[in-house]
């Protein structure tokens, strides 16, 4: 794919212009910038979904896109596995002419044709994944946080982030060349998002993607396209790196422009002092190189919210105490051990989707009952509370009468404090309704931080927010004086801000000390004890068993030999009866006794048969 002079605007806005780019097979690019910029409204003209207002996108001939779109846009009456079955409606199509063949080969009218077409068919068949797709279904479905429970549900039932989870698994199963995915961790936990991760790294295709985990970004890319003012910059390898690079070409741009600023302002002071001298005709020569010297533009940052949360109120050291605690509505979904949490610590809860960890947040805030134990909050602990979904704001409140019912404000003192926020002039005016992720998630972080809380619950912190304002809200938690517990699937941010995670494993919450790495290490030490320990418990197990095995190879060597021994002189003496018969049948014969040589005969080949017997034993045994 290639963009040449690429532009985008609506009315007098410009959005984008003379973007140029290129994308080739395996590349994996981040698409970031601050909200707002066009990433979207870029992933959309490439996938065709928008027509860029100039320039040209080349699509090579045969490349299928895929476009995962923010809001789940899958609108089907099948079931969840209906649906994704319909990305391999190719191969269900050649099971219905091999099941027809089948039928044709029971004529014998038709069996050879039929049977000849029914091979090529079924070769076929086999390399595209006729025999593997259902569990590569399975696989992806699963995956991505689905339970098989969940498979027959209808798709118009499905949750919103579920239905864009089901749109997901559907690109990812198509056959798609060039995946264009727009906040595809949006709706994912942790487990969830690190097998995507697995998935998208592994995956053999191309893929631009929009994203605010730069955990997950540092994972899965290989290049960063960086929108900012209208324009892109891109820069190689993951996230980190292209943060290291971004930093140093914004520092060599700051130098430059600032040594450009001093060569203007020495060469217009020379020419001030000299112009109608005696060194006029150099000054003049310094005037025209400066009228033609081509001006190094400052490098610009986008406006941050300036975030500030301070506590007006001092708590004590012990900030929350839970005690046989069990949360949960009809049945228990979390139960806890003792803990204290004490303050300036910072706690991580973690866990799957649907674990309980809102409960659990609910349950401190005397919103939900305990089902059993107790919660205790500290002396002089003031508690404040940030919603995943931001359901405490009032949706037809304008953003001022929001910042009002937070805190007693002169009007014009409001409008200042919003401004710090990036609402200033009209956007005061805006209905919470008509506010989008980002501005609903800085009205929340805004009311948040009027409330002076020494005690901070936070839930989903950084959902909607840009990374520079992630960065921001790190910086801002890492420096406050209070004691935090939040939850979020944000490794990146759970890295930079925690000190202890609170992690719930199969209903039971369980504590490490240190952010997400220091997690990380401890499991993967767990994880080699564990096996070193089984590993122990195997060679013991191997040894205990070669010892069985030699004692009872010993044991029947043992009696292999004293067997043998006795054969042996089983053996000897049947041949010497048999040689003494024999001495014995001559006799008899001499004389003529016929019935003594019948008698005698009889018993030799008894005799005869006894030795075979024998010999054949002593064999077996040998």
């Known amino acids: 794919m290639i963009a040449e002079h690429l532009s985008k605007y609506y009315g007098a806005q410009d959005i984008f212009s003379a973007l140029a780019f290129q994308v080739a097979h395996g590349d994996k690019i981040a698409l970031v910038g601050a909200n707002g910029v066009g990433k979207t409204t870029l992933l959309r003209i490439i996938a065709g979904l928008e027509t860029p207002s100039s320039g040209r996108l080349q699509v090579a001939r045969g490349i299928r896109i895929g476009y995962l779109s923010q809001k789940a846009d899958i609108q089907s009456e099948r079931t969840l596995y209906q649906e994704m079955l319909e990305a391999f409606a190719h191969l269900r199509a050649q099971q219905?002419?091999?099941?027809?063949?089948?039928?044709?080969m029971a004529d014998p009218d038709r069996r050879a044709k039929a049977m000849e077409r029914y091979g090529e068919l079924l070769h076929l068949f086999e390399l595209a994944g006729g025999y593997t797709f259902e569990q590569e279904i399975r696989r992806v479905l699963m995956g991505l946080g689905f339970e098989e429970a969940?498979?027959?549900?209808?798709?118009?039932?499905?949750?919103?982030?579920?239905?864009?989870?089901?749109?997901?698994?559907?690109?990812l199963l198509s056959n798609y060349n060039l995946l264009l995915l727009d906040e595809p961790t949006n709706h994912l936990d942790l487990e969830a998002t690190q097998w995507l991760e697995e998935y998208l790294s592994q995956w053999k295709g191309s893929l631009i993607v929009v994203a605010h985990d730069r955990y997950f970004l540092d994972k899965v890319v290989n290049r960063v396209w960086e929108m900012s003012f209208g324009a892109l910059e891109q820069y190689p390898g993951n996230y980190s790196h292209y943060m290291t690079l971004r930093n140093e070409r914004y520092r060599q741009r700051q130098a430059e422009y600032e040594a450009q600023r001093e060569y203007i302002a020495r060469a217009e002071e020379f020419i001030r002092r000299y112009k109608a001298g005696q060194r006029s005709r150099e000054a003049r020569s310094r005037e025209k190189r400066l009228q033609h010297l081509e001006r190094v533009e400052q490098p610009r940052q986008h406006k941050m919210m300036k975030l500030e949360l301070t506590s007006t109120v001092r708590g004590g050291n012990n900030v929350l105490t839970l005690r046989g605690l069990e949360v949960g509505y009809d049945r228990p979904l979390i139960r806890c051990p003792d803990l204290l949490l004490l303050r300036r610590q910072r706690v991580a809860l973690l866990g799957p989707n649907g674990c309980g960890k809102t409960t659990l947040l609910k349950t401190i805030l005397g919103e939900v009952p305990p089902l059993a134990g107790e919660v205790k909050i500290g002396v002089n602990v003031q508690v404040a509370y940030l919603a995943q979904g931001h359901e405490n704001l009032c949706e037809e409140n304008t953003v001022l009468e929001e910042i009002l019912r937070a805190k007693d404000l002169p009007v014009e003192m409001a409008r200042g404090y919003l401004g710090r926020f990036l609402f200033s002039g009209d956007d005061v005016f805006k209905r919470v309704a008509h506010l989008s992720g980002g501005e609903r998630s800085r009205v929340a972080l805004a009311m948040l931080a009027l409330q002076g809380a020494n005690f901070l619950l936070l839930d989903e912190p950084t959902n909607q927010l840009d990374i520079p304002s992630q960065e921001l809200l790190e910086q801002v938690l890492q420096n406050f004086e209070g004691t935090i517990l939040f939850v979020s699937h944000d490794r990146y941010f759970i890295d930079a801000v925690a000190t202890q995670l609170w992690i719930v494993e199969n209903g039971v919450l369980r504590v490490y000390t240190g952010n997400y790495t220091a997690c990380l290490e401890q499991l993967e030490k767990e994880k080699a004890k564990m096996e070193a320990t089984v590993a122990a418990g195997e060679r013991k197990s191997r040894s205990r068993q070669v010892d069985h095995e030699l004692q009872r190879a010993q044991t029947l060597a043992r009696q292999r030999e004293e067997k043998r021994a006795e054969l042996e002189e089983q053996i000897q003496q049947l041949e010497l009866r048999l040689s003494l018969l024999t001495h014995e049948l001559e006799l008899a014969s001499r004389a003529q006794r016929v019935d003594r040589v019948y008698d005698l005969g009889r018993e030799y080949a008894e005799l005869q048969e006894e030795l075979q017997r024998r010999l054949e034993e002593w064999t077996k045994w040998a």
């Open 150 to 171: 969940d498979f027959e549900q209808p798709i118009a039932l499905l949750s919103g982030g579920q239905r864009t989870r089901a749109q997901l698994a559907k690109l």
């Open 96 to 104: 219905e002419r091999l099941r027809r063949l089948e039928e044709e």
